[in-house]
């Protein structure tokens, strides 16, 4: 079986582990149960040209994230890339990611190829405000969410139910038992410092529980544009003892820190799943959140205000030995769900 997948980026070489990696980990796993998979990036990496990851061969389009008119013509080299793969080896099926200019793609050169296609969404693109949401129609087409609050965000939006609920699976080979029991830090967050993920609510539920623990000890990784700000919000407010930026970490430096990581404090006000709650999960991290993506399924302590989730926060610490985790969604998992909807898609 041959898929092609659509996508804004990927990662542009062995190395690069942060770009969109709950991808790179199906792509791994398909390839390993025998799927052929040929990643067509449209955006990132920034220069066109053809490369393998493994077994995984990557044709990026070189789009740089050009905004429309000028995405037509990305779109049109993307059209002709895929007619050469096609050439190369028939095309089974079409696996697009994100409601946006690659779903739109996918559409149009499944129809004109007679190639099953399916759209996998994967975050803020199932919301009203998603500009492709409102002019090109879900009608007809096959979608995936990634869980039960990203299919209703869906529903809310297209007025339609999607075809299918496939969460991303993590693997669980990338944490050692050394790292995961050496608990030296009480709090981190995990992300881009941009608006969405709100992390002023971060460093005010990290002031409230200092009030009941002076000591504690958090990290917030990720580097964005609201860095200076909250750096600044840190200092005014006198945290700097308790709580260090990062900055922007490789994947697996991330991971070593959550694997010492008592409680994740995620105070995003919207995610599509939250690969990030599957990976403290894998970290036996307890997780403290709002009610987005599949923090209802993850055992999460769940607050909508700081006062909230400081007061979740402060009762994680002081009952995390009795935390029994919730078993984990493997990415192997994800790659025999995409297997079994290939098939049927191709048996329609």
């Not at 096959?142 to 939006?157: E, G, I, M, N, P």
């Not at 999460?300 to 995390?320: C, K, M, N, P």
């Amino acid at each position: 079986m041959h898929v092609v997948f659509i996508t804004p980026g990927y990662a542009k070489d062995e190395r690069d582990s942060t770009t969109i990696p709950p991808l790179q980990a199906l792509t791994r796993k398909l390839t390993e149960n025998g799927v052929d998979v040929t990643v067509l990036a449209i955006d990132f990496p920034l220069d066109a040209g053809m490369y393998k990851i493994g077994k995984i061969e990557v044709v990026s389009c070189g789009g740089k994230n050009r905004g429309w008119p000028l995405k037509a013509l990305t779109l049109l080299k993307a059209a002709r890339e895929f007619s050469i793969i096609n050439k190369k080896k028939k095309v089974d099926v079409i696996n697009s990611f994100w409601w946006q200019d690659t779903a739109l793609l996918g559409s149009l050169i499944g129809k004109r190829y007679n190639i099953p296609h399916l759209t996998t969404c994967l975050g803020q693109d199932v919301l009203r405000t998603n500009k492709y949401a409102q002019w090109f129609s879900a009608k007809g087409e096959y979608v995936v969410t990634l869980s039960a609050f990203h299919a209703r965000k869906f529903k809310q939006t297209f007025g339609r139910e999607c075809n299918e609920v496939i969460p991303l699976g993590v693997e669980p080979s990338e944490f050692t038992a050394t790292e995961i029991w050496n608990k030296n830090i009480d709090i981190i967050g995990v992300g881009s410092l941009i608006d969405v993920k709100n992390y002023d609510e971060f460093i005010d539920v990290v002031a409230l529980v200092k009030q009941r623990m002076p000591g504690i000890k958090c990290v917030l990784v990720g580097d964005g544009k609201n860095r200076q700000k909250l750096e600044q919000k840190v200092n005014a407010m006198g945290l700097t003892v308790n709580l260090s930026f990062t900055g922007l970490l490789p994947r697996a430096d991330v991971l070593g820190l959550m694997a010492r990581s008592r409680v994740f404090l995620h105070t995003s006000r919207f995610e599509g799943i939250g690969y990030i709650f599957l990976e403290a999960l894998m970290a036996r991290a307890r997780i403290v959140s709002h009610e987005v993506g599949m923090a209802d399924s993850s055992n999460a302590l769940i607050g909508t205000s700081a006062t909230e989730l400081a007061q979740h926060v402060i009762s994680a610490l002081g009952d995390e030995d009795n935390f029994v985790a919730p078993p984990l969604y493997t990415a192997q998992q994800t790659a025999e769900s995409y297997i079994r909807l290939y098939r049927k898609l191709l048996n329609n």
